[in-house]
């Protein structure tokens, strides 16, 4: 009788998750709809996709890096936004497709960082990432950056259960290895951040060639095999540009930059915000932008200040963390000592940039800065009045970008060009649309 009682709670626990696991899913695409769209940016990653579909042309190129200068090579960033008209002929449906991406990796991060920190309680870890801002507000819209998050988890679960100071086995050394070649050349067709991924993996497989040379072959096979996929759509671009042309001018911006020296810290900051709930960025490029929102959006005021005063603590408290004892956490000292690397590896790679860091320059580290923070949050969750704050923070979060949302409907999301799109689409004419940037090689 028991265990049949058992078994009913839970099948209906089970239930119940995969219920609140689609109103999440659909909560985000939502979201994304309703985001920024009339971007120049976000435009032409669209305007991508959908001079693939209308013209048939192969996308040997990518997203721009310097606007009519400079592209990534490789069709993946094309395919993801145009492959979907195929399936549904509508101007939501590159949407579709991104959110199932993004939904798929955050995922599979929940379930690993549940696995990692077990004391965790598992309604934040889930609720954390899947509404956090940063991950809510930069991977659910059309733009190469946000694509990145899902080759960021991959390669980061992969790169974790390889390196031996953090390895759980929680994942299979093959798989590990093939996840991390699949998010690597993932990310280098999406956004030249790619560079920061290549010294991880050159690290993990020198890890296991340390252990033998028999588990480093094996895990190079598998990250070839990993790899393997991805790197066939970068083969057309250089087998018919050949490698100088078909780097898309890609070598041009990795340049010594003074002027990037003064970066570290704002790099560390920018690094932490992506763990905390920084909603400033979000409503608007600049402070008299978020002003002029809040002014005829009073009702997101209440809600915009409390987490913007949230994210701003959880940043400082991040910093003071790190100087922390933790007994009882095996990974800590791994895992803090991997984040302030991993803020050191980013600034060395800024000062060859041409461009100054910026969040979306990184955002492929997120995996990172979240585990580290999990990590820190870990004692204080144990604690009922630290979850019953956080449920609060957590509820505020999704009110917030639900009024966020409603108000940027009518005003900057796909539904104020739709019927552009649509016109697009329907008479296979991407140029109804828009035009691609003068000088782009695709």
Known sequence: MRAHTSTQLTRRRLFVFVLLLCGAFLFRLGYGLCSQFRDADTVQIYLLGLKFYTTGAWPYFGPDVLFGEVQMPGALQALLVGAPF????LAEAPYVLLNLISFASLCLFAWYCCRRLPRLPRWFVWSWLLTSPWTLDLSTTIYNPSYMLAGGILFFVGALETFPF???????????????????????????????????????????????ARRGFNALAWF????????ALLLPTYLKYGLAAGSGGTATVVRLNAENATALWGILVRSLSFASFEVARFLGPHTEDRLTL?????????????????????????????????????????????????????????????????????????????LYAFHCWEGLLARRGWRTFAKAVVVCGIIFHALLAAHNFSRISIYTERRAAQSAIDSKDYRLLGERRPGSLY
């Open 166 to 212: 953090t390895r759980r086995s929680l994942v299979g050394a093959h798989a590990a290895s093939a996840l991390m070649g699949f998010g690597l050349f993932w990310a280098m067709q999406l956004h030249m951040s790619w560079v920061v991924l290549a010294p991880y993996a050159l690290a993990a497989l020198a890890f296991r060639f340390a252990e033998g």
């Open 224 to 231: 070839a095999a990993g790899a393997a996929p991805l790197a």
């Open 86 to 89: 195929y399936v549904l002929p």
């Open 294 to 370: 809040l002014r005829t959006a009073p009702w997101l005021a209440p809600f915009a200040l409390f987490l913007l005063c949230v994210g701003v603590a959880q940043v400082a408290a991040l910093v003071v963390f790190w100087f922390a004892r933790r007994r009882g956490d095996a990974d800590w000292a791994a895992v803090k000592y991997l984040t302030l690397f991993n803020v050191l590896l980013l600034y060395a790679l800024f000062l060859f940039s041409t461009k100054p860091p910026q969040s979306n320059h990184i955002y492929v580290t997120l995996p990172l800065s979240v």
